[in-house]
């Protein structure tokens, strides 16, 4: 089955950086585009970036970029998501996502918290 563990989360200061990680098993890795998400305590789950399964071509929200940067490693099948800049308005658990025609996977998130 569809498997996404992310890790590298944490307490960061602002202005400060933090690379995320999420391994991925189960499924044709290099096959799939990636996406990141996170949720905010109280907000909606916000979208963040996504890159092709070539890694080619990545998109970001507004509110990341310039600061965060999306990659991917097919050999290790794995994606990660680089971030600079941080502010406390990025404080959330962030959860990467796999999508294809029959499944929609989710990891269990990592907690990363901007905060002095």
């Known amino acids: 089955q569809v498997q996404l563990v992310e890790s590298g989360g944490g307490l960061v200061q602002p202005g400060g950086s933090l690379r995320l990680s999420c391994a991925a098993s189960g499924f044709t890795f290099s096959s799939y585009a990636m996406s990141w998400y996170r949720r905010a305590p109280g907000k909606e789950r916000e979208w963040v970036a996504t890159i092709t399964n070539s890694g080619v071509t990545t998109t970001y929200a507004d509110s990341v970029k310039g600061r965060f940067t999306i990659s991917r490693d097919n050999a290790k099948k794995t994606v990660y998501l680089q971030m600079t800049s941080l502010k406390p308005e990025d404080t959330a658990v962030y959860y990467c996502?796999?999508?294809?025609?029959?499944?929609?996977?989710w990891g269990q998130g990592t907690q990363v918290t901007v905060s002095s």
């Open positions: 996502n796999a999508r294809g025609v029959h499944f929609d996977s």
